[in-house]
Protein backbone atom coordinates (compact mmCIF):
# COMPACT_ATOMS: atom_id res chain seq x y z
CA UNK A 1 0.00 0.00 0.00
CA UNK A 2 1.20 3.60 -1.05
CA UNK A 3 2.57 6.05 1.54
CA UNK A 4 -1.08 8.22 0.75
CA UNK A 5 -3.15 5.09 1.37
CA UNK A 6 -1.28 5.09 4.02
CA UNK A 7 -1.88 8.54 5.13
CA UNK A 8 -4.98 9.35 3.90
CA UNK A 9 -6.12 6.18 6.76
CA UNK A 10 -4.50 8.15 9.41
CA UNK A 11 -6.20 11.05 8.77
CA UNK A 12 -9.71 9.12 8.47
CA UNK A 13 -8.82 7.47 12.13
CA UNK A 14 -7.58 10.59 13.38
CA UNK A 15 -11.42 12.38 12.10
CA UNK A 16 -12.89 9.78 13.44
CA UNK A 17 -11.89 9.95 16.64
CA UNK A 18 -12.13 14.11 16.53
CA UNK A 19 -16.28 13.82 15.79
CA UNK A 20 -16.67 10.72 18.45
CA UNK A 21 -14.79 13.21 20.67
CA UNK A 22 -17.46 15.93 19.98
CA UNK A 23 -14.86 18.32 20.70
CA UNK A 24 -14.39 19.90 17.85
CA UNK A 25 -17.37 20.36 16.09
CA UNK A 26 -17.91 18.56 12.73
CA UNK A 27 -17.53 21.24 9.87
CA UNK A 28 -14.47 22.34 11.45
CA UNK A 29 -12.98 18.41 11.41
CA UNK A 30 -14.18 18.04 8.49
CA UNK A 31 -12.47 20.83 6.38
CA UNK A 32 -9.73 20.53 8.84
CA UNK A 33 -8.92 16.90 7.12
CA UNK A 34 -8.98 18.26 3.57
CA UNK A 35 -7.03 20.75 4.01
CA UNK A 36 -4.36 18.26 5.20
CA UNK A 37 -5.39 15.81 2.71
CA UNK A 38 -4.23 19.16 0.16
CA UNK A 39 -1.09 20.43 1.61
CA UNK A 40 0.41 17.06 1.37
CA UNK A 41 -0.58 16.38 -2.12
CA UNK A 42 -2.51 13.44 -1.82
CA UNK A 43 -5.78 14.98 -3.43
CA UNK A 44 -5.75 18.04 -5.66
CA UNK A 45 -7.60 21.06 -4.93
CA UNK A 46 -10.02 20.55 -7.57
CA UNK A 47 -10.93 17.18 -5.88
CA UNK A 48 -11.18 18.92 -2.77
CA UNK A 49 -13.91 21.57 -4.05
CA UNK A 50 -15.43 18.97 -5.73
CA UNK A 51 -18.04 19.05 -2.95
CA UNK A 52 -19.25 22.77 -3.49
CA UNK A 53 -20.26 21.72 -7.13
CA UNK A 54 -21.95 18.74 -6.65
CA UNK A 55 -25.87 18.69 -6.89
CA UNK A 56 -26.29 17.31 -3.03
CA UNK A 57 -25.93 20.24 -0.54
CA UNK A 58 -27.50 22.28 -3.02
CA UNK A 59 -30.43 19.82 -3.17
CA UNK A 60 -30.26 19.62 0.58
CA UNK A 61 -30.59 23.35 0.93
CA UNK A 62 -33.60 23.52 -1.35
CA UNK A 63 -35.28 20.84 0.99
CA UNK A 64 -34.60 22.87 4.34
CA UNK A 65 -36.20 26.12 3.29
CA UNK A 66 -39.09 23.62 2.04
CA UNK A 67 -39.31 21.65 5.32
CA UNK A 68 -38.54 25.44 7.55
CA UNK A 69 -42.05 26.56 5.29
CA UNK A 70 -43.89 23.21 6.62
CA UNK A 71 -42.77 24.31 10.09
CA UNK A 72 -43.25 27.85 9.60
CA UNK A 73 -46.96 27.38 8.53
CA UNK A 74 -48.01 24.68 11.07
CA UNK A 75 -48.33 22.18 8.11
CA UNK A 76 -47.50 19.29 10.21
CA UNK A 77 -49.45 21.03 13.37
CA UNK A 78 -52.79 19.59 13.20
CA UNK A 79 -51.23 16.23 11.86
CA UNK A 80 -49.21 15.69 14.89
CA UNK A 81 -52.37 16.85 17.13
CA UNK A 82 -54.89 14.48 15.76
CA UNK A 83 -52.01 11.27 16.44
CA UNK A 84 -52.27 12.66 19.86
CA UNK A 85 -56.07 13.26 20.56
CA UNK A 86 -56.55 10.09 22.97
CA UNK A 87 -56.00 10.72 26.34
CA UNK A 88 -55.07 7.41 28.46
CA UNK A 89 -55.11 6.09 31.88
CA UNK A 90 -52.48 8.10 33.23
CA UNK A 91 -49.47 6.09 34.94
CA UNK A 92 -49.99 3.86 32.28
CA UNK A 93 -47.91 2.20 30.01
CA UNK A 94 -48.09 2.84 26.07
CA UNK A 95 -50.52 0.98 24.83
CA UNK A 96 -49.33 -0.71 21.05
CA UNK A 97 -52.54 0.75 19.78
CA UNK A 98 -51.31 4.04 20.83
CA UNK A 99 -47.71 3.32 19.30
CA UNK A 100 -49.38 2.14 16.11
CA UNK A 101 -51.33 5.59 15.97
CA UNK A 102 -48.23 7.45 16.52
CA UNK A 103 -44.98 5.77 15.12
CA UNK A 104 -46.50 4.38 11.73
CA UNK A 105 -47.81 7.86 10.38
CA UNK A 106 -44.93 10.03 11.44
CA UNK A 107 -42.81 6.90 10.09
CA UNK A 108 -44.32 7.78 6.27
CA UNK A 109 -43.97 11.63 6.69
CA UNK A 110 -40.31 11.32 7.26
CA UNK A 111 -40.01 9.53 3.85
CA UNK A 112 -40.77 13.02 2.56
CA UNK A 113 -39.51 15.56 5.24
CA UNK A 114 -36.37 15.47 6.72
CA UNK A 115 -35.49 13.66 9.72
CA UNK A 116 -34.33 16.87 11.82
CA UNK A 117 -37.15 19.05 11.25
CA UNK A 118 -39.62 16.51 11.28
CA UNK A 119 -38.76 15.19 15.16
CA UNK A 120 -38.18 18.81 16.20
CA UNK A 121 -41.51 19.25 15.43
CA UNK A 122 -42.88 16.28 16.57
CA UNK A 123 -41.06 15.21 19.55
CA UNK A 124 -41.43 18.35 21.87
CA UNK A 125 -45.34 17.77 21.35
CA UNK A 126 -44.76 14.49 21.94
CA UNK A 127 -43.44 15.05 25.28
CA UNK A 128 -45.90 17.97 26.39
CA UNK A 129 -49.27 15.64 25.07
CA UNK A 130 -47.17 12.70 27.56
CA UNK A 131 -46.48 14.96 30.70
CA UNK A 132 -50.24 16.55 30.30
CA UNK A 133 -51.92 12.76 30.63
CA UNK A 134 -49.45 11.34 33.40
CA UNK A 135 -47.55 9.43 31.38
CA UNK A 136 -43.18 9.66 30.90
CA UNK A 137 -41.83 11.76 27.63
CA UNK A 138 -38.94 8.71 27.82
CA UNK A 139 -41.63 6.03 27.28
CA UNK A 140 -42.54 7.13 23.12
CA UNK A 141 -39.70 9.98 22.05
CA UNK A 142 -36.83 7.24 22.10
CA UNK A 143 -39.26 4.76 19.72
CA UNK A 144 -40.16 7.95 18.02
CA UNK A 145 -37.06 9.05 16.51
CA UNK A 146 -36.31 5.15 15.57
CA UNK A 147 -39.36 5.42 13.85
CA UNK A 148 -38.30 8.31 11.91
CA UNK A 149 -35.27 7.10 11.28
CA UNK A 150 -36.41 3.65 9.58
CA UNK A 151 -38.82 6.11 7.40
CA UNK A 152 -36.29 8.20 6.21
CA UNK A 153 -35.18 5.14 4.11
CA UNK A 154 -38.10 4.88 1.89
CA UNK A 155 -37.17 7.57 -0.51
CA UNK A 156 -34.04 9.62 -1.95
CA UNK A 157 -35.39 12.86 -0.04
CA UNK A 158 -36.01 11.00 3.21
CA UNK A 159 -32.41 11.94 5.01
CA UNK A 160 -29.24 14.32 3.93
CA UNK A 161 -27.75 11.01 3.85
CA UNK A 162 -29.64 9.62 0.55
CA UNK A 163 -29.58 13.30 -0.83
CA UNK A 164 -25.36 12.82 -0.23
CA UNK A 165 -25.24 9.11 -1.38
CA UNK A 166 -27.63 10.26 -4.59
CA UNK A 167 -24.69 13.07 -5.09
CA UNK A 168 -21.51 10.62 -4.64
CA UNK A 169 -22.83 8.28 -7.03
CA UNK A 170 -23.41 11.46 -9.64
CA UNK A 171 -19.71 12.68 -8.66
CA UNK A 172 -19.00 9.04 -9.54
CA UNK A 173 -20.25 9.80 -12.99
CA UNK A 174 -22.77 7.54 -12.11
CA UNK A 175 -27.10 7.66 -12.09
CA UNK A 176 -28.46 9.34 -9.27
CA UNK A 177 -30.97 7.64 -7.28
CA UNK A 178 -34.71 8.13 -8.14
CA UNK A 179 -36.95 9.40 -5.76
CA UNK A 180 -38.28 5.47 -4.95
CA UNK A 181 -35.20 3.82 -5.68
CA UNK A 182 -34.59 3.29 -1.98
CA UNK A 183 -37.86 1.83 -1.37
CA UNK A 184 -37.36 -1.79 -2.70
CA UNK A 185 -35.05 -2.01 0.27
CA UNK A 186 -36.10 1.08 2.61
CA UNK A 187 -39.89 0.08 3.10
CA UNK A 188 -39.70 -3.54 3.86
CA UNK A 189 -36.80 -2.38 6.45
CA UNK A 190 -39.05 0.26 7.57
CA UNK A 191 -41.98 -1.95 8.28
CA UNK A 192 -39.86 -4.27 9.81
CA UNK A 193 -38.66 -1.88 12.44
CA UNK A 194 -42.03 -0.49 12.89
CA UNK A 195 -43.41 -3.35 13.74
CA UNK A 196 -40.76 -4.19 16.26
CA UNK A 197 -41.26 -0.78 17.67
CA UNK A 198 -44.98 -0.89 18.30
CA UNK A 199 -45.14 -5.13 19.06
CA UNK A 200 -41.66 -4.82 22.03
CA UNK A 201 -42.21 -1.03 22.41
CA UNK A 202 -43.75 -1.03 25.77
CA UNK A 203 -41.14 -3.26 27.26
CA UNK A 204 -38.66 -1.54 25.52
CA UNK A 205 -39.44 1.98 26.11
CA UNK A 206 -37.05 2.87 29.28
CA UNK A 207 -38.59 4.57 32.37
CA UNK A 208 -36.82 7.95 32.74
CA UNK A 209 -37.86 11.50 34.73
CA UNK A 210 -37.93 14.22 31.66
CA UNK A 211 -36.06 18.03 32.35
CA UNK A 212 -39.75 18.98 33.09
CA UNK A 213 -40.15 17.17 36.27
CA UNK A 214 -36.21 18.48 37.25
CA UNK A 215 -37.23 21.81 36.57
CA UNK A 216 -40.78 22.11 38.11
CA UNK A 217 -38.45 23.56 40.89
CA UNK A 218 -36.64 26.20 39.18
CA UNK A 219 -39.80 27.81 37.57
CA UNK A 220 -42.01 27.73 40.92
CA UNK A 221 -39.30 29.25 43.44
CA UNK A 222 -38.43 32.75 42.39
CA UNK A 223 -38.50 35.39 44.59
CA UNK A 224 -37.80 38.94 44.39
CA UNK A 225 -36.16 41.58 46.15
CA UNK A 226 -35.82 45.25 46.87
CA UNK A 227 -32.87 47.20 47.74
CA UNK A 228 -33.12 49.27 50.59
CA UNK A 229 -32.97 52.65 50.91
CA UNK A 230 -29.02 53.40 52.60
CA UNK A 231 -28.04 49.88 51.91
CA UNK A 232 -24.38 49.32 51.57
CA UNK A 233 -25.68 47.75 48.09
CA UNK A 234 -26.64 50.69 46.82
CA UNK A 235 -23.92 51.81 44.09
CA UNK A 236 -22.29 48.64 44.02
CA UNK A 237 -21.90 46.52 40.79
CA UNK A 238 -23.69 43.08 40.91
CA UNK A 239 -20.24 41.62 41.12
CA UNK A 240 -19.00 43.58 44.07
CA UNK A 241 -22.41 43.00 45.71
CA UNK A 242 -21.55 39.29 45.46
CA UNK A 243 -25.21 38.58 43.45
CA UNK A 244 -23.39 37.40 40.32
CA UNK A 245 -21.94 33.68 41.01
CA UNK A 246 -24.33 32.11 43.73
CA UNK A 247 -24.64 28.87 44.16
CA UNK A 248 -28.40 27.33 43.41
CA UNK A 249 -29.40 30.85 42.74
CA UNK A 250 -29.81 33.41 39.95
CA UNK A 251 -30.33 36.97 39.28
CA UNK A 252 -32.66 36.99 35.92
CA UNK A 253 -33.54 40.30 35.70
CA UNK A 254 -33.28 43.73 37.82
CA UNK A 255 -36.70 46.33 37.44
CA UNK A 256 -35.00 49.66 37.72
CA UNK A 257 -37.91 52.58 38.08
CA UNK A 258 -40.28 49.94 36.19
CA UNK A 259 -37.88 49.01 33.50
CA UNK A 260 -36.78 45.71 33.55
CA UNK A 261 -33.34 44.72 32.71
CA UNK A 262 -32.88 41.05 31.73
CA UNK A 263 -29.95 39.19 31.18
CA UNK A 264 -27.82 41.24 34.16
CA UNK A 265 -24.29 41.44 33.68
CA UNK A 266 -21.58 41.91 36.36
CA UNK A 267 -21.27 45.76 35.68
CA UNK A 268 -24.40 46.64 36.21
CA UNK A 269 -24.52 48.83 39.02
CA UNK A 270 -27.34 48.48 42.04
CA UNK A 271 -29.71 51.78 42.86
CA UNK A 272 -31.98 52.10 45.99
CA UNK A 273 -35.02 50.69 45.39
CA UNK A 274 -33.93 48.25 42.22
CA UNK A 275 -36.47 45.07 42.18
CA UNK A 276 -33.84 41.74 41.81
CA UNK A 277 -35.82 38.41 40.66
CA UNK A 278 -33.85 35.47 42.12
CA UNK A 279 -34.91 32.45 40.45
CA UNK A 280 -33.21 28.59 41.87
CA UNK A 281 -33.09 26.37 44.56
CA UNK A 282 -35.84 26.96 47.49
CA UNK A 283 -33.31 26.31 49.94
CA UNK A 284 -30.87 28.74 48.85
CA UNK A 285 -33.47 31.52 48.04
CA UNK A 286 -34.12 31.27 51.15
CA UNK A 287 -30.50 32.30 52.02
CA UNK A 288 -30.97 35.81 50.33
CA UNK A 289 -32.87 37.28 52.98
CA UNK A 290 -29.45 36.81 54.79
CA UNK A 291 -28.12 39.22 52.92
CA UNK A 292 -27.69 42.86 54.45
CA UNK A 293 -29.45 45.46 52.13
CA UNK A 294 -31.53 43.42 50.28
CA UNK A 295 -35.60 43.25 51.27
CA UNK A 296 -38.29 41.35 50.55
CA UNK A 297 -40.48 43.24 47.74
CA UNK A 298 -43.52 44.45 48.80
CA UNK A 299 -45.71 42.34 45.91
CA UNK A 300 -45.06 39.89 43.79
CA UNK A 301 -44.98 41.88 40.15
CA UNK A 302 -42.54 39.18 38.09
CA UNK A 303 -44.82 36.41 35.90
CA UNK A 304 -43.43 34.09 33.84
CA UNK A 305 -46.22 32.44 31.52
CA UNK A 306 -47.36 31.63 27.56
CA UNK A 307 -48.24 35.26 25.99
CA UNK A 308 -46.25 37.18 28.46
CA UNK A 309 -42.77 38.91 28.00
CA UNK A 310 -40.78 36.33 29.96
CA UNK A 311 -41.09 32.80 29.19
CA UNK A 312 -39.14 29.33 29.65
CA UNK A 313 -37.54 27.41 27.13
CA UNK A 314 -35.74 24.23 26.49
CA UNK A 315 -32.63 24.34 24.57
CA UNK A 316 -30.71 21.09 23.71
CA UNK A 317 -27.06 21.53 23.23
CA UNK A 318 -26.37 20.49 19.41
CA UNK A 319 -23.24 18.55 18.48
CA UNK A 320 -22.06 21.20 16.65
CA UNK A 321 -22.11 24.14 18.81
CA UNK A 322 -19.44 25.56 20.16
CA UNK A 323 -21.13 25.74 24.07
CA UNK A 324 -19.91 21.87 23.86
CA UNK A 325 -16.55 21.74 25.83
CA UNK A 326 -16.71 25.19 27.29
CA UNK A 327 -19.08 27.16 30.17
CA UNK A 328 -21.58 29.56 30.32
CA UNK A 329 -19.06 31.93 32.04
CA UNK A 330 -16.48 31.83 29.42
CA UNK A 331 -19.24 31.80 26.53
CA UNK A 332 -20.90 34.94 27.70
CA UNK A 333 -24.36 33.30 27.51
CA UNK A 334 -25.90 35.78 29.04
CA UNK A 335 -24.92 38.53 26.90
CA UNK A 336 -24.76 36.41 23.78
CA UNK A 337 -28.39 35.09 24.20
CA UNK A 338 -29.60 38.13 26.13
CA UNK A 339 -31.30 34.89 28.42
CA UNK A 340 -30.41 33.72 31.36
CA UNK A 341 -29.86 29.76 32.70
CA UNK A 342 -31.64 28.45 35.71
CA UNK A 343 -30.99 24.89 35.31
CA UNK A 344 -29.25 22.48 33.30
CA UNK A 345 -30.29 18.56 32.78
CA UNK A 346 -27.92 15.97 32.11
CA UNK A 347 -28.67 11.98 31.85
CA UNK A 348 -31.50 12.37 34.13
CA UNK A 349 -30.56 14.76 36.54
CA UNK A 350 -30.07 18.42 37.44
CA UNK A 351 -26.75 19.43 37.38
CA UNK A 352 -25.77 20.97 40.89
CA UNK A 353 -23.29 23.90 42.07
CA UNK A 354 -22.31 26.84 40.08
CA UNK A 355 -24.40 26.50 36.84
CA UNK A 356 -22.09 28.90 34.79
CA UNK A 357 -18.61 27.23 35.90
CA UNK A 358 -20.03 23.40 34.74
CA UNK A 359 -18.72 22.25 31.43
CA UNK A 360 -21.65 21.87 29.23
CA UNK A 361 -22.11 18.81 26.70
CA UNK A 362 -23.94 18.03 23.10
CA UNK A 363 -27.39 17.03 25.03
CA UNK A 364 -27.62 19.15 28.01
CA UNK A 365 -30.64 20.60 28.05
CA UNK A 366 -30.82 24.29 29.49
CA UNK A 367 -33.71 25.54 31.25
CA UNK A 368 -33.44 29.11 29.79
CA UNK A 369 -35.93 32.10 31.15
CA UNK A 370 -35.89 34.67 28.48
CA UNK A 371 -38.07 37.34 26.17
CA UNK A 372 -39.89 35.61 24.02
CA UNK A 373 -37.96 36.32 21.11
CA UNK A 374 -34.96 33.99 22.39
CA UNK A 375 -36.27 31.14 20.23
CA UNK A 376 -35.65 33.43 17.39
CA UNK A 377 -31.85 34.49 18.37
CA UNK A 378 -30.92 31.00 19.61
CA UNK A 379 -32.46 29.33 16.56
CA UNK A 380 -30.44 31.58 14.01
CA UNK A 381 -27.28 30.60 16.14
CA UNK A 382 -26.93 27.31 15.26
CA UNK A 383 -26.09 26.22 18.76
CA UNK A 384 -28.81 23.92 19.38
CA UNK A 385 -30.43 20.87 18.32
CA UNK A 386 -33.78 22.03 19.55
CA UNK A 387 -35.43 24.86 21.20
CA UNK A 388 -38.56 24.67 22.65
CA UNK A 389 -40.99 25.79 25.44
CA UNK A 390 -41.66 23.25 28.41
CA UNK A 391 -45.30 23.13 27.82
CA UNK A 392 -44.79 22.38 24.09
CA UNK A 393 -46.81 25.64 23.13
CA UNK A 394 -45.35 26.80 19.71
CA UNK A 395 -44.68 30.41 18.35
CA UNK A 396 -48.23 31.66 16.37
CA UNK A 397 -47.85 29.61 12.53
CA UNK A 398 -48.55 31.47 9.63
CA UNK A 399 -51.65 28.62 9.67
CA UNK A 400 -53.32 30.33 6.64
CA UNK A 401 -50.11 29.45 4.15
CA UNK A 402 -50.20 25.73 5.05
CA UNK A 403 -52.82 24.49 2.76
CA UNK A 404 -50.50 26.31 -0.05
CA UNK A 405 -47.33 24.53 1.47
CA UNK A 406 -49.15 21.44 1.08
CA UNK A 407 -50.00 21.73 -2.41
CA UNK A 408 -46.37 22.98 -3.00
CA UNK A 409 -44.78 19.38 -1.71
CA UNK A 410 -47.50 17.56 -3.39
CA UNK A 411 -46.46 19.17 -6.75
CA UNK A 412 -42.67 18.36 -5.88
CA UNK A 413 -43.24 14.95 -5.75
CA UNK A 414 -45.72 14.42 -8.74
CA UNK A 415 -43.00 16.45 -10.91
CA UNK A 416 -40.52 13.99 -9.71
CA UNK A 417 -41.90 10.94 -9.51
CA UNK A 418 -43.22 11.61 -13.04
CA UNK A 419 -40.16 12.62 -14.12
CA UNK A 420 -40.76 15.97 -15.80
CA UNK A 421 -37.91 17.36 -13.30
CA UNK A 422 -34.79 16.23 -11.35
CA UNK A 423 -35.03 16.24 -7.80
CA UNK A 424 -32.76 19.44 -7.49
CA UNK A 425 -34.19 21.48 -10.16
CA UNK A 426 -37.90 20.52 -8.62
CA UNK A 427 -36.40 21.02 -5.15
CA UNK A 428 -35.29 24.79 -6.00
CA UNK A 429 -38.78 25.75 -7.84
CA UNK A 430 -40.89 23.74 -4.51
CA UNK A 431 -37.92 26.49 -2.57
CA UNK A 432 -39.03 29.49 -4.24
CA UNK A 433 -42.48 28.66 -4.18
CA UNK A 434 -42.44 28.75 -0.69
CA UNK A 435 -40.30 32.26 -0.41
CA UNK A 436 -42.73 33.60 -3.03
CA UNK A 437 -46.03 32.76 -1.71
CA UNK A 438 -45.08 33.90 1.58
CA UNK A 439 -45.12 30.46 3.36
CA UNK A 440 -41.60 31.63 4.54
CA UNK A 441 -40.01 34.70 4.76
CA UNK A 442 -36.38 35.59 3.07
CA UNK A 443 -34.54 36.00 6.51
CA UNK A 444 -36.43 32.51 7.68
CA UNK A 445 -35.53 30.46 4.79
CA UNK A 446 -31.67 31.51 4.82
CA UNK A 447 -32.19 30.52 8.66
CA UNK A 448 -33.33 27.23 7.61
CA UNK A 449 -30.52 26.06 6.15
CA UNK A 450 -27.94 24.23 7.99
CA UNK A 451 -25.03 25.85 7.11
CA UNK A 452 -22.73 23.61 9.41
CA UNK A 453 -24.26 20.04 7.51
CA UNK A 454 -23.80 22.17 4.26
CA UNK A 455 -20.15 22.95 4.52
CA UNK A 456 -19.96 18.96 6.43
CA UNK A 457 -21.19 17.90 3.45
CA UNK A 458 -19.43 19.95 0.64
CA UNK A 459 -16.13 18.64 2.79
CA UNK A 460 -16.44 15.14 2.99
CA UNK A 461 -16.47 14.91 -1.00
CA UNK A 462 -12.71 15.23 -0.56
CA UNK A 463 -12.14 12.52 2.01
CA UNK A 464 -14.36 10.35 -0.38
CA UNK A 465 -12.26 11.04 -3.24
CA UNK A 466 -8.72 10.55 -1.38
CA UNK A 467 -10.15 7.43 -0.25
CA UNK A 468 -10.76 6.55 -3.31
CA UNK A 469 -7.39 7.99 -5.28
CA UNK A 470 -5.02 6.89 -2.51
CA UNK A 471 -5.82 3.17 -3.21
CA UNK A 472 -7.02 2.66 0.49
CA UNK A 473 -10.15 2.05 -0.99
CA UNK A 474 -9.21 -0.77 -2.89
CA UNK A 475 -6.34 -2.30 -0.42
CA UNK A 476 -9.53 -2.01 1.99
CA UNK A 477 -11.87 -3.49 -0.05
CA UNK A 478 -9.21 -7.00 -0.76
CA UNK A 479 -8.92 -7.11 3.25
CA UNK A 480 -12.80 -7.40 3.07
CA UNK A 481 -12.90 -9.64 -0.05
CA UNK A 482 -10.49 -11.79 1.42
CA UNK A 483 -12.17 -12.03 4.79
CA UNK A 484 -15.63 -12.70 3.48
CA UNK A 485 -15.10 -14.79 0.04
CA UNK A 486 -15.69 -17.86 1.21
CA UNK A 487 -19.50 -16.87 2.85
CA UNK A 488 -20.14 -15.90 -1.11
CA UNK A 489 -21.79 -12.31 -2.12
CA UNK A 490 -24.09 -12.12 0.63
CA UNK A 491 -21.35 -12.84 3.16
CA UNK A 492 -19.37 -9.70 1.46
CA UNK A 493 -22.70 -7.49 1.47
CA UNK A 494 -23.03 -8.27 5.22
CA UNK A 495 -19.42 -6.96 5.71
CA UNK A 496 -20.12 -3.53 4.27
CA UNK A 497 -23.30 -3.31 5.96
CA UNK A 498 -22.27 -3.41 9.19
CA UNK A 499 -18.83 -1.63 8.80
CA UNK A 500 -21.39 1.16 8.07
CA UNK A 501 -23.15 0.44 10.80
CA UNK A 502 -20.50 0.69 13.04
CA UNK A 503 -18.89 3.73 11.41
CA UNK A 504 -22.11 5.55 12.14
CA UNK A 505 -22.91 5.10 15.44
CA UNK A 506 -19.53 6.67 16.27
CA UNK A 507 -19.72 9.31 13.77
CA UNK A 508 -22.60 11.05 12.26
CA UNK A 509 -24.19 9.15 9.67
CA UNK A 510 -23.42 11.35 6.37
CA UNK A 511 -19.24 10.89 7.91
CA UNK A 512 -20.34 7.26 7.71
CA UNK A 513 -21.97 7.35 4.31
CA UNK A 514 -19.10 9.44 2.62
CA UNK A 515 -16.28 6.72 4.15
CA UNK A 516 -17.80 3.82 3.61
CA UNK A 517 -18.85 4.54 -0.16
CA UNK A 518 -15.66 4.32 -2.38
CA UNK A 519 -15.05 0.92 -0.26
CA UNK A 520 -18.09 0.04 -1.21
CA UNK A 521 -17.59 0.51 -4.93
CA UNK A 522 -14.29 -0.95 -5.39
CA UNK A 523 -15.36 -3.94 -3.32
CA UNK A 524 -18.44 -4.77 -5.66
CA UNK A 525 -15.22 -3.60 -8.33
CA UNK A 526 -12.74 -6.49 -6.98
CA UNK A 527 -15.71 -9.01 -6.05
CA UNK A 528 -17.26 -8.71 -9.57
CA UNK A 529 -20.59 -7.49 -8.00
CA UNK A 530 -23.10 -5.59 -9.12
CA UNK A 531 -22.33 -1.71 -7.38
CA UNK A 532 -26.14 -0.74 -6.78
CA UNK A 533 -26.57 -3.64 -3.36
CA UNK A 534 -23.75 -2.51 -1.84
CA UNK A 535 -24.52 1.25 -1.89
CA UNK A 536 -28.19 0.52 -0.92
CA UNK A 537 -25.65 -1.21 2.11
CA UNK A 538 -24.25 1.83 2.68
CA UNK A 539 -27.45 3.67 2.58
CA UNK A 540 -29.64 1.27 4.82
CA UNK A 541 -26.11 1.43 7.25
CA UNK A 542 -25.35 5.27 7.28
CA UNK A 543 -28.73 5.80 8.77
CA UNK A 544 -29.00 2.83 11.46
CA UNK A 545 -27.62 5.45 14.16
CA UNK A 546 -29.80 3.36 16.96
CA UNK A 547 -27.31 2.64 19.69
CA UNK A 548 -25.65 5.97 20.82
CA UNK A 549 -26.69 9.63 20.96
CA UNK A 550 -24.15 11.29 19.28
CA UNK A 551 -24.77 9.14 15.37
CA UNK A 552 -27.37 11.18 14.85
CA UNK A 553 -28.97 15.16 15.54
CA UNK A 554 -32.53 13.50 15.98
CA UNK A 555 -30.71 11.46 18.81
CA UNK A 556 -29.97 14.16 20.51
CA UNK A 557 -32.80 15.69 20.35
CA UNK A 558 -34.81 13.39 21.86
CA UNK A 559 -31.42 12.16 24.45
CA UNK A 560 -32.05 15.44 25.82
CA UNK A 561 -35.92 15.43 26.30
CA UNK A 562 -36.46 12.78 27.28
CA UNK A 563 -33.39 12.58 29.84
CA UNK A 564 -32.49 9.32 28.28
CA UNK A 565 -28.99 7.80 29.21
CA UNK A 566 -26.58 6.36 26.81
CA UNK A 567 -27.49 2.88 28.13
CA UNK A 568 -31.32 3.20 26.70
CA UNK A 569 -30.22 3.87 22.93
CA UNK A 570 -28.05 0.21 23.01
CA UNK A 571 -31.19 -0.84 25.36
CA UNK A 572 -34.19 0.09 22.80
CA UNK A 573 -32.00 -0.01 19.63
CA UNK A 574 -30.19 -3.15 19.39
CA UNK A 575 -33.16 -5.36 19.06
CA UNK A 576 -34.75 -3.05 16.26
CA UNK A 577 -31.17 -2.85 14.66
CA UNK A 578 -30.40 -6.73 14.44
CA UNK A 579 -34.10 -6.66 12.44
CA UNK A 580 -33.07 -4.44 10.09
CA UNK A 581 -29.59 -5.91 9.55
CA UNK A 582 -31.34 -9.72 9.02
CA UNK A 583 -34.48 -8.07 6.05
CA UNK A 584 -31.80 -5.74 4.69
CA UNK A 585 -29.86 -8.88 4.17
CA UNK A 586 -32.71 -10.57 2.51
CA UNK A 587 -34.45 -7.90 0.72
CA UNK A 588 -31.24 -6.09 -0.98
CA UNK A 589 -30.34 -9.34 -3.58
CA UNK A 590 -33.71 -10.11 -3.66
CA UNK A 591 -34.07 -6.04 -4.81
CA UNK A 592 -30.66 -6.16 -6.24
CA UNK A 593 -29.27 -8.78 -7.52
CA UNK A 594 -25.31 -8.88 -6.33
CA UNK A 595 -23.78 -10.67 -9.22
CA UNK A 596 -22.13 -8.38 -11.60
CA UNK A 597 -24.49 -8.55 -14.77
Same mark, same amino acid.
Given at each position: ?45 ? #? ?33 ? !? ?52 ? +? ?67 ? #??? !? +? ?87 ? #???? @? ?6 ? +? ?8 ? /? ?24 ? !? ?23 ? /? ?68 ? !? ?18 ? @? ?24 ? @? ?110
Amino acid at each position: MAWQAWFTLAVVIGLIAVLASERVSAPVAIIGAVAVLVATGVIGTS #AALSGFSNEAPLTIAALYVVTGAVEATGALEGFTV !RLLHATPPRDARPSRGELTRLLAPIAALSAFIYNTPLTAVSAPATAAWATRTGR +RPSWYLLLLNLAILAGGLVTAIGTTTNVVISGLLVASHRHPLALFEPAWVGLPVCLAVVAALVLLGPWL #APD !R +RPPTEDFADAREFTVEMTVSSGADLAGKTVAEAGLRNLEGVFLVEVSHHGTAVAAVGPDYQLSAGDRLVFSGNVSRVVDLHRISGLVPA #AARQ @FEVGPGGH +RQFFEAVISP /DSDLAGSTLKAVGFRSRFDAAVVAIH !RAGENLQGKLGEQSLRPGDVLLVLA /DRDFKGRATQSRQFALVAQPDGAPAPPRREKAAIVILIIAGFLIAVVSGLLSVLVAAFFAAILCVLTGAI !RTWEARDSINLNVLVFVCGS @FGIGTAIAQSGLAGHLASLLIARLHE @FGPVGILAGVLLATIVITQLVTNNAAAVLMFPIALATAGQGHLAELPLVMAVLVGASASYLTPIGYQTNMIVYGLGGYRWSDFLRTGLVPLLLLVVVALVVIPLAYPLPAP
